[in-house]
Structures are given as C-alpha cells and as structure tokens.
C-alpha cells in the first residue's frame, strides 16, 4: 500500500489550531479580532490614501473646499485638522493592526467618526452620514462590545 502524505505539513495545522484557541476564548473574541483587524486596515489604508496627496495636499483641499464649514472656520484651524487627521487615522490603523492600546485607537477612530459627521451635517450632506458614518459608527460601538465581553478591555487595578 501506498501510504498518503498529508495535505498540510504539522506545522500549519499546529499554527491553524493556535489562532483557533486565541480567536475562541469565549463567544465574543471572534467578533473582536475580526473587527480590531478591520478597523486596523481600513483606517491604515485610508490613512496612507491621503498621504499619497501629499502631506499638506489633504490640508490644502480641505481649506479650499466650497462647503459652509470651509468658510466658517478659521482657515488655520482646517489645515491643522487636514494635517493630524491623515496621521490620526494611519497610527489608529497601525495600533489596532499590531494590537497595542486598542481602546485608546478606539476612542481616537469615534472621536474621527464624529468630526466627520459633524461636518457633512453642516454642510447638509446627509446622505453620506446615513450611508457611511453612522454605519461605521455602529460597527465600532460592536468592536468596542466585542473588546469588553472578550475580557480585553478591562482596566488593569
């Protein structure tokens, strides 16, 4: 007889049986990672998108907009907002992705979220607020749920 080799050498089926153990804990770990790494690579590639305009690109277009915060707000105050906001979201990313202080990244990608909707609100585009940030929002309230129920985000007495 010949004998059959398996199809995934040990050592992969050791590292699938790792993340299984670490992604199962209880029934809500899953649902945490899965959201941390979502999170984690949404805002990290958002992030590197704005930087590809150029560091003061995203600035320069966010004070020349046409919408009614572009002209209410002092203009200094817009181009500051453009130049944290791309390194905001790129380090949000990057911490949630390596997995270091993600309450903290939490709470910087809602207070994000909130700018965002305050603006478009202003501007009366509510639409996108609707169809994106409210969303997106609600997503992170579960990543946050998910983060407490799995027991990584108690406080450390």
């Known amino acids: 007889m010949v004998e059959s080799k398996p199809i995934f050498p040990l050592y992969f089926m050791k590292m699938i049986q790792d993340i299984i153990k670490k992604w199962y804990k209880n029934e809500y770990t ?3 990672e899965a959201l941390r ?49 791309p390194i905001a979201e790129f380090v949000a990313g990057l911490v949630l992705l ?12 809602a207070v994000m979220y909130l700018t965002f909707i305050f ?13 994106e940030y409210l969303p997106g929002l609600l997503t992170l309230s579960l990543a946050v749920f998910f983060t407490v129920k799995s027991g990584k985000g108690k406080s450390k007495k």
């Open 30 to 32: 899953f649902g945490a």
């Open 119 to 131: 603006g478009q609100q202003y501007d009366g585009n509510t639409s996108k607020v609707g169809t």
């Open 98 to 109: 390596l997995n270091k202080h993600v309450k903290e990244a939490y709470f910087a990608i």
């Open 37 to 85: 790494i979502a999170f984690g690579i949404m805002f990290l590639l958002v992030g590197v998108k704005k930087f590809r305009m150029g560091l003061t690109g995203f600035a320069d277009n966010l004070v020349g907009g046409d919408g009614h915060l572009a002209q209410e707000i002092p203009s200094i105050a817009l181009y500051i907002y453009g130049l944290a906001l």
